[in-house]
């Protein structure tokens, strides 16, 4: 089919539907004359009539007013739902979160959630060295000679008075308690061994004072 | 023309009233027309709720938008030309003797049900070209506007959907 037939058929289309100027009805019939193809227009424009004629002879009358109604209120009263739950849900969240901060377990929980410390002895669990009674003693045993030494030393008197405040008493140092001093050496006793005989060693080996 | 004129200019009603408006002006036609297209009576008032349904939505998403009658062609028609490409794909065919069964008693003659014949057998585009300029009522101009094409070419459609109902009730049947 040529763009030129094409264009009969655009005019042959309008003048079916009534839109055709006089011009154009003119060129087509001239066309018409001569085409074969276009030669059966005046039936196929009844044929249009026709469709015409058909509509106005119907008698079906659907009603579908009812069934959209309702199928619109179906879905206003599933939006309400939606709506009033989606607050309802709000309002409780809003308040469990409010109540959460207040008593302070959220913090608590965001501590927990985090894997955070809670407390400063959590804090400081990790660099705490944990110490046996045994070395406690020992450290006791140590340190109470030394620091009775130190409160009698001429040194720390001198510091006493020279710092003392006015009228304020002349603070003596205590007696150190009887104590005697861990003898070391018998460590290294074995038993069985003469006990002199460890003493005499480590006498002999230690370096001159 | 009756069928363009424009329903959203009265900003007083709520998208409930414009759309029950629009069903009792609409409802008859638009469920004709779409009837004419699928064959189906039945199918014709679901793609006709759906239609309004549709429209209901559009306007409560934008209760200011404007809507014409030709929104509603426009949706009728591509809902059923949809139909009828996946009926087409499933290989569906109705039996001669059925063409006339969308159609109540007091409408069958023998022009009606040849004519619904010769309109089952035409393309989507060219049945939906002569159904909305010839039945509906558009002229060339608003039916290209409807279906998003141009004058000449709804022209054009029609005239070869003429030429092809006179080959199909030429035929004996």
Known sequence: MTRSHARYESLAGAIALGEATQTEREEFAQHADGCALCSGFPAERELLRTVETAREGETWRPSVDRIILERIHDTQKQRSRFTVGALGWAAAISIAVNVAFVTGFAGRLDGALRGAPETTADVAAPHFVRLSPETFATIRRRSLPRAFAIAQSPHVAKHDRTHRLPGAPLRVAPAAPAFEPPDLLAGLYEPGNDPNSARNVAIEFAPPR | ?173
């Not at chain 2, 069903?23 to 309004?52: G, I, M, S």
């Not at chain 2, 279906?147 to 035929?171: F, P």
Request: glycine share 6%; proline share 2%.
């Open chain 2, 1 to 173: 023309m009756q069928n363009v004129y424009v329903l959203g200019l009265d900003r007083a009603l709520d998208a409930e009233a414009r759309i029950e408006r629009l069903v009792c002006e609409h409802q008859t036609k638009l469920a004709r027309y779409v009837r004419r297209f699928v064959n189906d009576a039945d199918l014709a008032l679901d793609v006709t709720q759906d239609v309004f349904f549709a429209a209901y939505k559009m306007l409560r998403a934008d209760p200011s938008r404007p809507l014409s009658a030709g929104w509603l062609y426009k949706t009728a028609t591509n809902h059923s030309i949809t139909y009828l490409r996946k009926k087409r794909r499933r290989g569906e065919t109705l039996p001669l003797e059925d063409v006339g069964c969308a159609f109540r008693t007091d409408e069958h003659s023998a022009t009606s049900l040849d004519l619904q014949n010769a309109l089952a057998g035409l393309g989507e585009e060219q049945l939906a070209c002569v159904l909305l300029t010839t039945y509906a009522g558009y002229s060339s101009a608003e039916a290209a506007l409807i279906l998003g094409t141009t004058a000449d070419a709804v022209r054009q459609r029609v005239c070869r959907a003429m030429r092809a109902m006179r080959k199909t009730l030429g035929e004996p049947a």
